[in-house]
T-cell receptor, first 115, second 114 residues
Framework: AQSVAQPEDQVNVAEGNPLTVKCTYSVSGNPYLFWYVQYPNRGLQFLLKYITGDNLVKGSYGFEAEFNKSQTSFHLKKPSALVSDSALYFCAVRDRENGGFKTIFGAGTRLFVKA | DVKVTQSSRYLVKRTGEKVFLECVQDMDHENMFWYRQDPGLGLRLIYFSYDVKMKEKGDIPEGYSVSREKKERFSLILESASTNQTSMYLC?????????????FGEGSRLTVL
């Protein structure tokens, strides 16, 4: 079965510093990987995805993620954090099931960016 | 602007009550999903549907049922609410043909069962 792990419950970063939110995955075939962000009392918003091709994927709000097949990781990064980046971040992997597709989520990592 | 709309943002119900959570999407998506979100557990899939009148159990279907009578609408039903169903419920949709497509989420329905 496919799975996603986010090893950190919380990440604290000072504004202006680079940030990394970690994600590792386990899949049986080609990985389709996603990052979503959730602001307080809101639904999830799509940030970026890796399907194939370049290992460095760029997404919304200046975020990027690096796919590393040998380490089975898909870490989310941003060169310079903003206070407004403070939110809950979810890594996810796509799985095929019963003729459709379902998305499996990690437990989430809360990012705090201090001014 | 594409949209997934959940009819109720906040609900308070009593144990044993029947609860309906409604979700409507305007993107003509085939796939629709219901997740529940609990602190430290992330999102867990309750049910999903890839076509009208079709439904598939997710990882935690016990105590829930769903209805998909129209393509744009996917309802989650708690036949007899219990306190352990207090949670945030998130509806999402995606295009079936796009295995690689992202999910579009509603704003969530926060349910409290007393």
């Amino acid at each position: 079965a496919q799975s996603v792990a986010q090893p950190e419950d919380q990440v604290n970063v000072a504004e202006g510093n680079p940030l990394t939110v970690k994600c590792t995955y386990s899949v049986s075939g080609n990985p389709y990987l996603f990052w979503y962000v959730q602001y307080p009392n809101r639904g999830l918003q799509f940030l970026l995805k890796y399907i194939t091709g370049d290992n460095l994927v760029k997404g919304s709000y200046g975020f990027e993620a690096e796919f590393n097949k040998s380490q089975t990781s898909f870490h989310l990064k941003k060169p310079s954090a903003l206070v407004s980046d403070s939110a809950l971040y979810f890594c996810a992997v796509r799985d095929r099931e019963n003729g459709g597709f379902k998305t499996i989520f990690g437990a989430g990592t809360r990012l705090f960016v201090k001014a | 602007d594409v949209k997934v709309t959940q009819s109720s943002r906040y609900l308070v119900k009593r144990t044993g009550e029947k609860v309906f959570l409604e979700c409507v999407q305007d993107m003509d998506h085939e796939n629709m999903f219901w997740y529940r979100q609990d602190p430290g557990l992330g999102l867990r899939l309750i049910y999903f549907s890839y076509d009208v009148k079709m439904k598939e159990k997710g990882d935690i279907p016990e105590g829930y049922s769903v209805s998909r009578e129209k393509k744009e609408r996917f309802s989650l039903i708690l036949e007899s609410a219990s306190t352990n169903q207090t949670s945030m419920y998130l509806c999402a949709s995606s295009k079936l043909a796009l295995q690689t497509g992202e999910l579009f989420f509603g704003e969530g329905s926060r349910l409290t069962v007393l």
